[in-house]
């Protein structure tokens, strides 16, 4: 496992991952240590200090969900395809997916997203458009939409 952080407006981020895939952005305390990241980790650093400097709005590098089961990967790749600057509900999402009534089952999956900002959960609002729980916290999560100017939901 390799690993490289990168300090933002909203906290220190630790990128972890494979020589072949990013498998984790999460939040860690300002102490951590930056650790020795392969290829794949340091472009991933690269592409986030872009998009924290409002000069990048999609991500390219390859991820790895497979910790994940089928219908939360299912889930997430939904949330990967809102694009910047666009907000969705998880009901919506429960729509896209054929399974309306599970809106809540959605947003246990959202929970569960192990690479925050490359896989943006923090654009998936509840149906009342209220910002609701967000790995980062909720004060990231008005940053982040914020930052990308979303309209809400």
Not at 28 to 54: M, N, S, W
Not at 65 to 94: C, H, K, N, P
């Amino acid at each position: 496992m390799y690993q490289a952080a990168l300090d933002t407006p909203i906290g220190r981020l630790m990128i972890e991952g494979t020589r072949k895939a990013v498998t984790a952005v999460r939040w860690v305390t300002p102490d951590v240590p930056v650790g020795k990241g392969c290829k794949v980790v340091i472009q991933a650093r690269k592409q986030l200090r872009e998009y924290f400097e409002g000069k990048r709005r999609t991500f390219d590098v390859p991820i790895s969900l497979d910790r994940l089961t089928d219908f939360q990967r299912a889930v997430l790749m939904e949330v990967r395809s809102v694009g910047y600057g666009e907000t969705i509900t998880y009901a919506e999402i429960a729509r896209r997916l054929k399974k309306a009534t599970a809106p809540r089952a959605v947003g246990q999956a959202n929970a569960r997203n192990p690479i925050n900002i490359i896989v943006p959960c923090h654009r998936v609002l509840s149906s009342n458009g209220k910002l609701t729980g967000y790995a980062g916290g909720v004060q990231a999560k008005a940053w982040l939409l914020k930052h990308e100017q979303a309209v809400l939901v």
